[in-house]
C-alpha cells in the first residue's frame, strides 16, 4: 500500500490540531476545514491548507459528506483522518471515502456497522462472548411491552437510546410511576439528537466504574489491547477527569478485560484505534457497555504512560503497516487528564462562549495541553466548548494529582468562563484521591465540589 501524501483533517478545535502535530512529525502536509465561525481558528492557522465548508451550524459545514469530499480532491488529499465526533463514527462517510479512493483513517465500515447501533452491538457481543450488561437486544416496540420488561428484571432499569452517543437519550428508571415520563423523554431526545427514537433497556447497575480498554488492530489481523482507562468522573454520563493505570484494577483484571477486549474487536474484524468501554460493579464483574470506533478525547493519557503516538499508530496502519509491538505495551507510571471546558460550575454548567481575553497555559515537566485556542480567539457557541485537555505524567498516581493540580494553577483564561476550580476540587477531593471513585462520584458530591 503506497505512504498517504496528504490528510485532510475533517475535524475543529484541538483534535484537529491533535492529528496536525503528527502529521507534521511525520512530514504529511495538512488540509483543514472550516466553517464561518471558525475562519479565524488555531486548527485552520496550523494547517499547510485551508477550505471553507459552510455556515457555523456543524450540519451544514463539518457534517456536509460531499463538501468535505471535494475539498480532499480538490486539495489532493489522498487521506481523511475525522478525529472523533462529527463524521468519524458515520460508515456512509467511509463508504464514501471509499468511493472516491480516499483513505479513511479509522476502521472498515463494516465494523462500524456492527458497533454503531448499541442494540446490535450487544447481539454481536453476546454472540462472539462478550459479557453484556444485562438488558434487552433489541429496540422495544412499546411503552406497555418497556414497562412489562422492566417490571420482568426489576427497578432501576436505565432506557436507553439504540442509536445513542453523548450520554444523550439514556434516562434512570426507579420505579413504575416514572416509567411513563421517563419512556417518553428518552424517545424524543433519541430522536432530536440521532434521527432515531428506538430506545432498549439495561438493567440499572449499581455505582459501577466506567472503565474503558484501548484495542489497536492492524490489517492482519494482530489486535491487542493498551491498557485501560478509567473514566468514572463523570457528569451527566460525561466523561471529565480520566487517568490511567485505573485505580481499582488488579493485573489479573486488567489482563481479564484486555482479553476480553480484544475479543470484542476481532469478533468485528476491527482495524485501526478503538475503544472497548465496560462497566465494573461493586463485586468487579465487568460488562460490555459500547465500543467506539475512533481515537476518543481521553487518548493522551494511554500515549503518556506507553510512550506511543496513538494518532501516528492510526495513519501507518491505515498505510498498511503492521503494528509494532504484538502483545500489549506494558504501562508506566501513572497519567491523569481532566477537560477543560468553557462553561460556569456555578450556573449549572452553562456553556460559556465569548471573546477569550486573556490566556497563559500550563507547562513544566510533564505536562500537556492539548488546547484548539488562543488569545484573542472568540469560542464559537455551535460546537461542544471544550476548549483544552489538560494532561500529566508522573512516576506515581499520588504525585500525578500533585501535578495536575500544579497545572491546573497555571491556567489563567480571562474573558470566558472554565471550569478549572471545579477540576481543582475533583482532584482535591478525598474520594478521588482514595481512588475506589464511581460513575455517581460527581453528582453525589456535587454541592461540596462546586
Ligand atoms: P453514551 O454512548 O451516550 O456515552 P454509554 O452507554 O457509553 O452512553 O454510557 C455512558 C455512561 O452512562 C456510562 O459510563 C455510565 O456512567 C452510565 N451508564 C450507562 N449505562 C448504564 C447502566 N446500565 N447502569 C448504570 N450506569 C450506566
Redesign the pocket.
Known amino acids: 500500500m503506497p505512504k498517504i501524501r496528504k490528510i485532510l483533517i475533517a475535524n475543529r478545535g484541538e483534535i484537529a490540531i491533535r492529528v496536525m502535530r503528527t502529521c507534521k512529525e511525520l512530514g504529511i502536509p495538512t488540509v483543514a476545514v472550516y466553517s464561518e465561525a471558525d475562519r479565524s481558528a488555531l486548527h485552520v492557522r496550523m494547517a499547510d491548507q485551508a477550505y471553507f465548508v459552510g455556515p457555523p451550524p456543524s450540519r451544514e459545514s463539518y457534517l456536509v459528506q460531499e463538501r468535505i469530499l471535494e475539498v480532499a480532491r480538490h486539495a489532493g488529499a489522498d487521506a481523511i483522518h475525522p478525529g472523533y465526533g462529527f463524521l468519524s463514527e458515520n460508515a456512509s462517510f467511509v463508504r464514501a471515502c471509499e468511493k472516491a479512493g480516499i483513505t479513511f483513517i479509522g476502521p472498515p465500515a463494516s465494523a462500524m456497522d456492527a458497533m454503531g447501533e ?1 442494540t446490535r452491538a450487544r447481539q454481536n457481543m453476546i454472540q462472539a462472548g462478550v459479557p453484556v ?1 444485562p ?1 434487552t437486544t433489541e429496540p422495544i416496540a412499546t411503552q406497555e411491552e418497556a414497562l412489562a420488561y422492566a417490571q420482568k428484571i426489576g427497578f432501576p432499569v ?1 432506557l ?1 437510546a439504540a442509536g ?7 434516562r434512570k428508571v426507579e420505579k413504575t410511576e416514572e416509567f411513563d415520563s421517563a419512556w417518553r423523554s428518552a424517545k424524543s431526545e433519541a430522536l432530536n439528537a440521532f434521527g432515531n427514537d428506538a430506545v432498549y433497556i ?4 449499581d455505582k ?1 466504574h ?1 472503565v474503558e480498554i484501548q484495542v489497536f488492530a492492524d490489517q492482519y489481523g494482530t489486535t491487542v489491547h493498551l491498557g485501560e482507562r478509567e ?2 468522573a ?1 457528569r451527566r ?2 466523561k471529565v477527569v480520566e487517568e490511567t493505570p485505573s485505580p481499582i484494577l488488579t493485573p489479573e483484571l486488567r489482563a481479564q478485560m484486555g482479553e476480553v477486549a480484544v475479543k470484542a474487536a476481532k469478533a468485528v474484524n476491527y482495524v485501526g484505534a478503538g475503544t472497548v ?1 465496560f ?1 465494573v460493579d461493586a463485586h468487579r464483574n465487568f460488562y460490555f ?2 465500543m467506539n470506533t475512533r481515537l476518543q478525547v481521553e487518548h493522551p493519557v494511554t500515549e503518556w504512560v506507553t510512550g506511543l503516538d496513538l494518532v501516528a499508530l492510526q495513519i501507518k496502519v491505515a498505510e498498511g503497516e503492521k503494528l509494532p509491538f504484538t502483545s500489549t505495551v506494558p504501562p508506566r507510571g501513572h497519567s491523569i487528564e481532566v477537560r477543560i471546558y468553557a462553561e460556569d460550575p456555578a450556573r449549572n454548567f452553562m456553556p460559556s462562549p465569548g471573546k477569550i481575553q486573556y490566556l497563559r497555559v500550563p507547562g513544566g515537566p510533564n505536562v500537556r495541553d492539548d488546547s484548539g485556542v488562543f488569545a484573542g480567539f472568540t469560542v464559537p457557541n455551535f460546537y461542544d466548548p471544550m476548549i483544552s485537555k489538560l494532561s500529566v505524567w508522573a512516576p506515581t498516581r499520588a504525585e500525578a494529582i500533585a501535578r495536575a493540580q500544579r497545572a491546573l494553577s497555571e491556567y489563567v483564561v480571562k474573558g470566558i468562563t472554565t471550569n478549572t476550580r471545579y477540576l481543582k476540587a475533583i482532584l482535591a477531593h478525598p474520594e478521588f484521591a482514595g481512588g475506589d471513585y464511581d ?1 455517581s462520584f460527581l453528582t453525589r458530591e456535587h454541592t461540596v465540589l462546586l
Open positions: 448499541k450488561v438488558g436505565m436507553k445513542g452517543g453523548g450520554g444523550k437519550g439514556m439495561e438493567k440499572y447497575l459501577p466506567h473514566c468514572s463523570q454520563h460525561q468501554e462497566l457497555l459500547e460513575t
